[in-house]
């Protein structure tokens, strides 16, 4: 199958590329080589490669500098979003696409639905949202992944900045009364890989937006603690700092994050791929950084 990955170089791009490369046909570009905000750019690589699917994992990421950095987040979150649905439209391909729980404002008290109503609460997940919606007005044939908390071997993430905050300090803040679903990012891309090659066998899948994250909530401070506690069993660090709670007041940022943004896993049953079992996960990344 012929598979056209955007984003190569992130957390998702690279553990994509580790599932799927030895089986499938994958052109894949980092940002130098297919700036999905540049349309004309879109429509020549995709021209040239005339793949069976197109898997998105390009975003700016960036949550906090997005507050200042808007333009440049909805050019990649939007508009970069919208450039490669109409490629796609003009080949009748389907396009896989990742989101995210800053969709929605964390006010919840219940895990959010895919169809729950969205409030982002800052310009990243405004943009992620916008993407989301530009896709749907272009395209029928897609599939919206919204995850959370994306962790890897790979880039910068909350789990690598863990480890290397323990080898540097003997005690750590660590916010309290955020709660979300820590995902491996090596999960979510067997999830994409499932789909890509369901749409392979039977031309055909259940179109739509969905949840895909880790399957047990955590707050911020408690995936820490998960993280100190099997970063020490496997001999990552060799002491766990002085973990103390403290609250989203205590540690302002520039971008509001919401307080609860746990996702309902229920309608991933339609979809056939299985959920991610976080901690499991975290294990084998941990046996990768040691
Ligand atoms: N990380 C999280 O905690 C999290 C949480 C919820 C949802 N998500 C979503 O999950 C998906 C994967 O995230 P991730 O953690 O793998 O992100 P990541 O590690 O930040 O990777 C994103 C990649 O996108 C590329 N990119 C940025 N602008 C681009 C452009 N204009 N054209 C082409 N590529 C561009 C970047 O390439 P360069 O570095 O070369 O610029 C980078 O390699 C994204 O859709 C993200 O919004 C992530």
Not at 2 to 13: A, M
Not at 94 to 106: E, L, N, R
Not at 161 to 173: F, T, W
Not at 206 to 232: E, M, N, Q, V
Request: net charge negative; glycine share 6%.
């Amino acid at each position: 199958m012929r598979i056209l990955l955007t984003g190569k170089n992130g957390q998702l791009g690279r553990c994509f590329l580790d599932v799927a490369s030895s089986e499938h046909e994958i052109y894949d570009f980092g940002s130098d080589q297919l700036n999905i905000s540049d349309p004309s750019q879109v429509a020549e690589r995709i021209a040239q490669v005339k793949p069976d699917i197109i898997v998105n994992a390009a975003a700016y990421t960036a949550v906090d500098k997005a507050e200042e950095e808007s333009e440049r987040a909805y050019a990649v979150n939007e508009l970069g979003v919208k450039y490669l649905a109409e490629q796609a439209v003009l080949l009748d391909i389907p396009v896989i696409h990742v989101s995210t729980d800053y969709v929605f404002d964390g006010k919840a008290v219940m895990p959010y639905l895919p169809s729950d109503q969205t409030n982002p609460r800052g310009v990243y997940g405004a943009s992620k949202l916008a993407g989301e919606k530009a896709l749907a007005v272009v395209t029928t044939k897609y599939i919206v992944l919204r995850t959370a908390w994306v962790f890897s071997e790979y880039g910068n993430n909350f789990v690598k900045s863990m480890i290397r905050l323990a080898k540097e300090r003997d005690s750590l803040n660590v916010v309290a009364d955020q709660y979300g679903c820590p995902t491996y990012a090596g999960d979510l891309a067997v999830a994409i890989k499932e789909l890509c090659e369901q749409y392979q066998s039977q031309n055909e899948l259940p179109w739509g937006i969905y949840h895909y994250c880790g399957d047990t909530p955590a707050s911020w401070h408690g995936f820490a603690r998960t993280i100190f506690a099997l970063a020490k069993e496997r001999g990552v660090i060799d002491n766990i700092p002085k973990l103390s709670a403290i609250s989203s007041d205590q540690y302002p940022t520039p971008a509001k994050r919401p307080e609860y943004s746990v996702l309902n896993l229920e309608s991933l049953h339609k979809l056939g791929v299985q959920k991610s079992q976080w901690i499991d996960s975290l294990n084998q990344v941990l046996i990768r950084l040691m």
